[in-house]
C-alpha cells in the first residue's frame, strides 16, 4: 500500500496479509457507496472522493472510540502506540516497529513500545 506523506512525498506502507485483506474489505464497501473508488483513491474520502482532512478522520476515530467505551484520552495517534506495542510484542523486533511505523529512527521507533 501506499500513502502520501504531509511532504507530498509517495511511501510505501508495509503490511501484514490479514491488514492487507481488511482493506480491499474496506475499498469493496467503500465502493458500495462510491462505485467510482479504485484501489488507488484515499482510504479516507471527503465529498467527491478527495482527501479527507485529517481533523475530521480524527473526530470520526474519536466517535468509534468513545461508542467502545474507550477512555477520551484515546486519539488516532494513540492506536498507532498501540500497533507499536502489538507488533514488538508479537516480535520483538524494534527494526520491524521502525518500518511499520515509518520512523526515521529506531530510537523513536523505541518510544512505541511502551505502553
Given at each position: 500500500m501506499r500513502t502520501l506523506k504531509r511532504i507530498k512525498k509517495v511511501e510505501?506502507?508495509?503490511?501484514?496479509n490479514k491488514e492487507l485483506v481488511?482493506?480491499?474489505?474496506y475499498l469493496q464497501g467503500l465502493k458500495l457507496f462510491r462505485p467510482n473508488t479504485t484501489d488507488d483513491d484515499y482510504l479516507f474520502q471527503g465529498r467527491?472522493?478527495?482527501?479527507?482532512?485529517l481533523i475530521t478522520i480524527e473526530k470520526a476515530v474519536k466517535k468509534i472510540l468513545k461508542s467502545a467505551g474507550l477512555?477520551?484520552?484515546?486519539?488516532?495517534?494513540?492506536?498507532?502506540?498501540?500497533h507499536g506495542f502489538h507488533v514488538y510484542n508479537e516480535n520483538k523486533n524494534l527494526k520491524l516497529v521502525q518500518v511499520r511505523l515509518r520512523h526515521a529512527s529506531i530510537q523513536t521507533a523505541g518510544i512505541y513500545i511502551q505502553m
Open positions: 510505501d506502507v508495509v503490511m501484514t481488511d482493506v480491499r474489505d467527491g472522493g478527495k482527501k479527507s482532512p477512555p477520551d484520552y484515546y486519539s488516532v495517534h494513540s492506536l498507532r502506540h498501540t
